[in-house]
Nanobody, 115 residues
């Protein structure tokens, strides 16, 4: 079992920045592929970014060049640095941990981009 707790969401103006954190506990963090997903009102959950155990990263086209995912295995934490935020980035952001058939989710943190 892996427990995931997100933090760092909030209200930010367009063009601003936020850093989300996801603290993991309960298993060997370093072997998991970690990801950030988001779900906007009335839309399906979508992938934002992932980082593998080998620190290979992949991003949704909509966030490339603006968001950066990273992990610190010693702290069992994955981060999402979000810069140049746009109103369309408004969503609940969820942390995900995946290893083979194991798939875990956090409860999410709300990010609102508005003036």
């Amino acid at each position: 079992q892996v427990q995931l707790v997100e933090s760092g969401g909030g209200l930010v103006q367009p063009g601003g920045s936020l850093r989300l954190s996801c603290a993991a506990s309960g298993s060997i963090f370093s072997v998991y592929t970690m990801g950030w997903y988001r779900q906007a009102p009335g839309k399906q959950r979508e992938l934002v970014a992932i980082i593998t155990s080998g620190e290979t990263t992949n991003y949704a086209d909509s966030v490339k060049g603006r968001f950066t995912i990273s992990r610190v295995n010693d702290k069992n934490t994955v981060y999402l640095q979000m810069d140049s935020l746009k109103p369309e980035d408004t969503a609940v952001y969820y942390c995900n941990a995946k290893l083979l058939a194991r798939n875990y989710w956090g409860k999410g943190t709300l990010v609102t981009v508005s003036s």
